[in-house]
């Protein structure tokens, strides 16, 4: 795993360096959830599948930008779904962007991901690692990565960030959302579902939603390479996720790579309240 993660830090060093001059416009090309593809989504991803191929322990690869799954070494354990740009759609306005890992054990399912990874590209390139619990990176002078601490979430906090089209939710999400904002929450919500998750994860609580919408009654948020990943940090930093039904999205199963869910991440208390709103 330690050798898998030293590839993963490796490839995040590469993008962090070409978006200090990056080709910001889009290319012709059309990725499996019909987003068109920037021209740094597709070099993100090479970069990526270059570094992450190099390792012996790589199995195979899942990523956003790609159809299907790439088998590297049959034998070997990991199989590593990514997001390689996650918040596209922010490269023109230069808001912080990252990249998402879950790294499964030989077969891609919740119950097989063994750690989380995702990079933010922000002010300062961060690093939040995660097997046991999620450990937040800093990347210093002499180009090494920095434990800065753990990130732990409390019962209850103050930030409430919530996606999809506002006139395509229901009812139920539309009065949660009320009601968290009657009792003070404040909306934070760039666009970038890992750097909304990690203001969140450092300021110690919120809430993430992507509901069900009438335009996308499964959701947005794709289950492998976003959602599994960040839902296994947020519950290892003592938060909880659901999809509005059930006690954790780590519960979830799917076969499709590009499979997408509902999705909420948050503090304890945040998601009881939710499940109480979604289920009476
Ligand atoms: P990506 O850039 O990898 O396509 O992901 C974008 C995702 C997620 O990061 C974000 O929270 C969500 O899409 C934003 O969607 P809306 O523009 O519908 O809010
Ligand atoms: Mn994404
Ligand atoms: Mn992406």
Redesign the pocket.
């Known amino acids: 795993m330690e050798e898998l993660i030293s590839y993963i830090q490796k490839a995040v060093l590469e993008i962090s360096d070409a978006l200090k001059f990056p080709d910001t416009s889009y290319s012709q090309n059309h990725n499996s ?1 019909g ?1 068109t593809q920037l021209k740094f ?1 597709i070099l993100s991803d090479e970069i990526i599948t270059k570094t992450l191929t190099q390792c012996p322990s790589l199995k195979a690869i899942i990523s ?1 930008e790609k159809n299907e799954i790439l088998t590297v070494n049959e034998n070997a354990k990991y199989i590593v779904a990514y ?1 390689p ?6 490269m023109d306005v230069n808001f912080a ?1 990252g990249s998402i890992f879950g790294i499964y054990e030989q077969k891609p399912s919740a119950k097989n991901l063994k750690a989380a990874v995702y990079s933010m590209y922000g002010a300062r390139l961060e690093l939040v690692i995660c097997e046991d619990t999620p450990k937040l990176y800093r990347l210093d002078k002499n180009n090494q990565f920095t434990f800065i601490k753990d990130l732990k979430m409390e019962e209850k906090g103050k930030i409430n960030a919530t ?3 506002q006139k395509f939710w229901d009812e139920k999400h539309s009065k949660f959302i009320k009601s968290l904002f009657e009792e003070n929450y404040r909306l934070r ?8 998750i990690n203001q969140i994860l450092l300021k110690g609580g919120g809430i ?1 939603s ?1 509901p069900a919408t009438k335009d996308a009654p499964l959701g ?3 289950a492998f390479f ?1 959602v599994f990943p960040l839902a296994f940090i947020v519950e290892k930093a003592g938060g909880k996720t659901t999809n509005g039904n059930n006690q954790s999205l780590l519960d979830l199963e799917f076969d499709a790579i590009h499979a997408t869910t509902p999705c909420f991440f948050g503090s304890k208390y945040e998601i009881s309240k939710l499940l109480e709103f979604y289920n009476g």
């Open positions: 959830t987003d989504d956003e997001d740009l996650d918040g596209s759609s922010l962007i996606g999809g089209t919500y760039s666009g970038a579902m890992v750097s909304d993430f992507y947005k948020l794709r976003e």
